[in-house]
């Protein structure tokens, strides 16, 4: 799965609008995640999760962060997220179900905050690229 | 299958008492044919479907959309029993539609973002996750009579 020329065009503009609330959007996203899905805290037994956490803020940063890589890189996602596919595949581990509901939980904070934005084309555009993020960092698993 | 607890019944009740059915529903049904267009397989008769904009504005996209809504609307009045609520529905999807359970999941996701971008800032983390329950609850039922 690749990303056509015109995904690509609508990630890295509205790239250029979310990344002035990457760190509110992180933290959001997480909480969104620990709340709907709780199973996913039993990756964070060390961190404090209630929101507004420092934890959950510097995490949250983290992981906009490296969406925000993915999109200045756009078009080599794989490279920019080398370092990152290695955290995943020998450190975290984290099971591959948990990237889609990541990925679910990002969208809907960048849907409820840019629903102008967010058409049903940037919509699809922004579900495909996060898949590809997701099998670019599960792609050393085995 | 998740339990309801009376916050979640209200948060979800009070939701859907703002929502336009009929909108939301040729919206919903619209992004999951644009976002997975694989499940545009289950609509062959719709027309054209060519296009986000094609699909977004297929009358058939639309009524059909409203249809799945207001069942899921129906389901809202009786949270505690989605199985009963959705037999007769589960055998339908199974035995003449042949749908794959996965595609409700999607559906459901699609309908949590469609009420994101409805609701922007409304649509808290604890409000989502209501919601997520509900369309849990729901697609399980849906496949409950599978076979």
Not at chain 1, 99 to 127: G, I, Q
Not at chain 2, 45 to 73: I, R
Request: hydrophobic content about 45%.
């Amino acid at each position: 799965m690749s990303l056509t020329k015109t995904e690509r065009t609508i990630i890295v503009s509205m790239w250029a609008k979310i990344c002035t609330q990457a760190d509110t959007i992180g933290t959001e996203t997480l909480e969104r995640l620990f709340l709907s899905y709780p199973q996913t805290k039993t990756y964070f037994p060390h961190f404090d999760l209630h929101p507004g956490s420092a934890q959950l803020r510097a995490h949250g940063s983290k992981v906009v962060a490296a969406v925000g890589d993915a999109a200045k890189n756009i078009d080599n996602i794989g490279a920019a997220l080398t370092k990152l596919s290695e955290l995943h595949a020998y450190v975290l581990r984290v099971d591959p179900v948990n990237f889609k509901l990541l990925s679910h939980c990002l969208l809907v904070t960048l849907a409820a905050r840019f629903p102008a934005d967010f058409t049903a084309e940037a919509h699809a555009a922004w579900d495909k690229f996060l898949s590809v993020v997701s099998s670019v960092l599960t792609e050393k698993y085995r | 299958m998740g339990h309801f607890t009376e916050e979640d019944k209200a948060t979800i009740t009070s939701l859907w008492g703002k929502v336009n059915v009929e909108d939301a529903g040729g919206e919903t049904l619209g992004r999951l044919l644009v976002v997975y267009p694989w499940t545009q397989r289950f609509f062959d008769s719709f027309g054209n479907l060519s296009s986000a904009s094609a699909v977004m504005g297929n009358p058939k996209v639309k009524a059909h959309g409203k249809k799945v809504l207001t069942s899921l609307g129906d389901a809202i009045k009786n949270l505690d029993d989605l199985k009963g609520t959705f037999a007769q529905l589960s055998e339908l999807h199974c035995d003449k539609l042949h749908v794959d359970p996965e595609n409700f999941r999607l559906l459901g996701n699609v309908l949590v973002t469609v009420l994101a971008i409805h609701f922007g800032k409304e649509f808290t983390p604890e409000v989502q996750a209501s919601w997520q329950k509900m369309v849990a609850g729901v697609a399980s039922a849906l496949s409950s009579r599978y076979h």
